[in-house]
T-cell receptor, first 114, second 116 residues
Framework: DGGITQSPKYLFRKEGQNVTLSCEQN?????MYWYRQDPGQGLRLIYYSQIVNDFQKGDIAEGYSVSREKKESFPLTVTSAQKNPTAFYLCASSNLAGTQETQYFGPGTRLLVL | AQTVTQSQPEMSVQEAETVTLSCTYD???????LFWYKQPPSRQMILVIRQEAYKQQNATENRFSVNFQKAAKSFSLKISDSQLGDTAMYFCAFIGDGGATNKLIFGTGTLLAVQP
């Protein structure tokens, strides 16, 4: 099956701890994205990557880090510097070729602070 | 700055009826893309429909259609023959065609409840 997978579904973080959220896609998409969703708000962009070994900050990058070592994978690390990490995190990907701009989303990871 | 506004936080419709969700946006770009995404209780974000701004014809996907008014910067979603499975949060989103970000800009969503 082609698609985007995220793991884990639920993640608990202790104070001062770094945690990593996984995102994998087998759609052969060039671009990948991380969004954060808070109650009553739309999605906000954290980081995005258009090509392997390159990524850019989105609107709310502080306290987060990413890597893009493989085309299929775009993990997100929530660092201890992120003071309010409780949220729903969604990974997306899109094919930059041609005029296709549609982003397809994974099932999400719910992060909670203990 | 580009913004997307959904002025209806919640809506309700009877099963088999038709409902229209509103969305307005603001941009100085001439070409762009607009989307409606559905987020059911599972929280998976699912693409419902897409519209390219340079196309005058309104997009349709089965029971879902849009009314795209470029001059008014309006992009409403019509759901015909509503089904219980349509109950979800619906997000309107915009993406420009000229920037390097490919960043989706989302509205705050409309929670649609389909009543039996």
């Amino acid at each position: 099956d082609g698609g985007i997978t995220q793991s884990p579904k639920y993640l608990f973080r202790k104070e001062g701890q770094n945690v990593t959220l996984s995102c994998e896609q087998n759609l052969n998409h060039d671009a990948m994205y991380w969004y954060r969703q808070d109650p009553g708000q739309g999605l906000r962009l954290i980081y995005y990557s258009q090509i392997v070994n390159d990524f850019q900050k989105g609107d709310i990058a502080e306290g987060y880090s990413v890597s893009r070592e493989k085309k299929e994978s775009f993990p997100l690390t929530v660092t201890s510097a992120q003071k309010n990490p409780t949220a729903f995190y969604l990974c997306a990907s899109s094919n930059l070729a041609g005029t296709q701009e549609t982003q397809y989303f994974g099932p999400g990871t719910r992060l909670l602070v203990l | 700055a580009q913004t997307v506004t959904q002025s209806q936080p919640e809506m309700s419709v009877q099963e088999a009826e038709t409902v229209t969700l509103s969305c307005t946006y603001d941009t100085s770009e001439n070409n762009y893309y607009l989307f409606w995404y559905k987020q059911p209780p599972s929280r998976q974000m699912i693409l419902v429909i897409r519209q390219e701004a340079y196309k005058q014809q309104n997009a349709t996907e089965n029971r879902f259609s849009v009314n795209f008014q470029k001059a008014a910067k309006s992009f409403s979603l019509k759901i015909s023959d509503s089904q219980l499975g349509d109950t979800a949060m619906y997000f309107c989103a915009f993406i420009g065609d000229g920037g390097a970000t490919n960043k989706l800009i989302f509205g705050t969503g409309t929670l649609l409840a389909v009543q039996p």
